[in-house]
C-alpha cells in the first residue's frame, strides 16, 4: 500500500501498489448478520417445502393403500359369493340326482314286488282269490310304475335379476315410443278422415247453424277449429312429448332398480324345462 498526496486528512486514499483501483473496506458486522440471517430464513423455507411435500407424497400413498385395499376387499367378497353359488349349486344338483336315484329305484323294486305276491298268494288261498289279489295287486303297481318312470322330471332353475343395462333399456325404449307416436299419428289421421267421409263435419255445421238461426249470416265451419292440419299438429307435438317422456322414464327406471337391486338382491325368477 502507498499513500498518494492528494489524500485528505480524513479518509485517506490507497491504491494497490501493483496500480490498481481503490481498495474497498470489509463489510460491516450488521450486513454479516443480514446475509447469515437471510441464509437461514432460505434453508428453513426450503426445509419447510421439503416437509410440506413429503407429507403430501405419504398422504398420496397412504390414500393408494387404503384404495387397494378396498378393492381387494370387494374382490374377495365376490370371490367368496361366487363360490358360495358354485356349492349351492353343486348341492342342488347332488340332491336332484340323489332323489332321481330313489325314484329310479323305488320304479324298479315295484314290479318284483308285485311277482312275488302274487306266486306266494295261491299256497295259502284259493285260485280265485288269489288270482283276484294279484290282479288288484298288479293294478295297484302299476299307476306308480307310470307316475314315477313314464313322466320325466321337469328341471328348474332359481335366477336373480341383478342389473339392467340403462343404455339398452334407453335404445329400446326410445324404438318403442317412436312406434306407438307412429301409430297414435295414423291412428287420428284415418279417425278423421273417416269422420269426414262420414259426413259428420257438414251434421255439425248444419246443426249449428240450424240452432243460431241466422241464415244470411256467417256460415259455421266446425272445420276451422278442429280441421284436419291443426289436429294432425296437435297430435304430433304430442307424439314427441311421448317419444321424450317414455324414453326417460324408462331409464330413469332402470337406474332405480339397478339401486334397490344393489340393496334388495333384485327379483329372483324361478325357470322350469318344458316338457
Known amino acids: 500500500m502507498s499513500e498518494r498526496r492528494d489524500d485528505g486528512p480524513l479518509a485517506p486514499r490507497r491504491t494497490l501498489q501493483g496500480g490498481g483501483g481503490p481498495v474497498l473496506p470489509p463489510p460491516s458486522p450488521q450486513q454479516d448478520e443480514e446475509k447469515r440471517r437471510a441464509a437461514e430464513a432460505q434453508a428453513a423455507k426450503e426445509a419447510r417445502e421439503e416437509q410440506r411435500r413429503a407429507e403430501k407424497e ?3 400413498r397412504e390414500r393408494e393403500a387404503r384404495s387397494q385395499e378396498r378393492r381387494d376387499a370387494k374382490q374377495a367378497a365376490k370371490d367368496d359369493k361366487a363360490e358360495k353359488a358354485a ?3 353343486a348341492a342342488r344338483d347332488r340332491a336332484d340326482r340323489e332323489k332321481a336315484e330313489r325314484e329310479k329305484a323305488a320304479a324298479a323294486a315295484a314290479p318284483a314286488a308285485s311277482g312275488s305276491t302274487s306266486s306266494s298268494a295261491p299256497a295259502r288261498r284259493p285260485a280265485g282269490a288269489a288270482t283276484a289279489q294279484g290282479g288288484a295287486a298288479t293294478g295297484a303297481a302299476k299307476p306308480g310304475a307310470a307316475k314315477s318312470g313314464g313322466k320325466p322330471r321337469t328341471r328348474k332353475a332359481r335366477l336373480r335379476l341383478t342389473q339392467i343395462d340403462a343404455w339398452s333399456v334407453m335404445k329400446t325404449s326410445f324404438l318403442l ?3 306407438l307416436g307412429i301409430v297414435l299419428v295414423v291412428a287420428v289421421a284415418i279417425v278423421w278422415a273417416v269422420l269426414g267421409a262420414a259426413g259428420v263435419w257438414d ?3 248444419s246443426i249449428v247453424q240450424q240452432s243460431v238461426g241466422n241464415a244470411s249470416g ?3 265451419d266446425v272445420t276451422d277449429y ?3 292440419s291443426r289436429v294432425m299438429g296437435f297430435t304430433m307435438i304430442v307424439a314427441v312429448v311421448d317419444v321424450i317422456l317414455i324414453t326417460a322414464i324408462a331409464t ?3 337406474f332405480l332398480y339397478n339401486l334397490s337391486a344393489a340393496l334388495l338382491g333384485g327379483i329372483e325368477v324361478t325357470l322350469a324345462e318344458d316338457s
Open 177 to 179: 315410443s317412436i312406434a
Open 252 to 254: 330413469l327406471g332402470a
Open 87 to 89: 356349492q349351492d349349486r
Open 226 to 228: 278442429v280441421g284436419t
Open 58 to 60: 405419504a398422504a398420496r
Open 218 to 220: 256467417p256460415q259455421f
Open 203 to 205: 251434421s255439425i255445421n
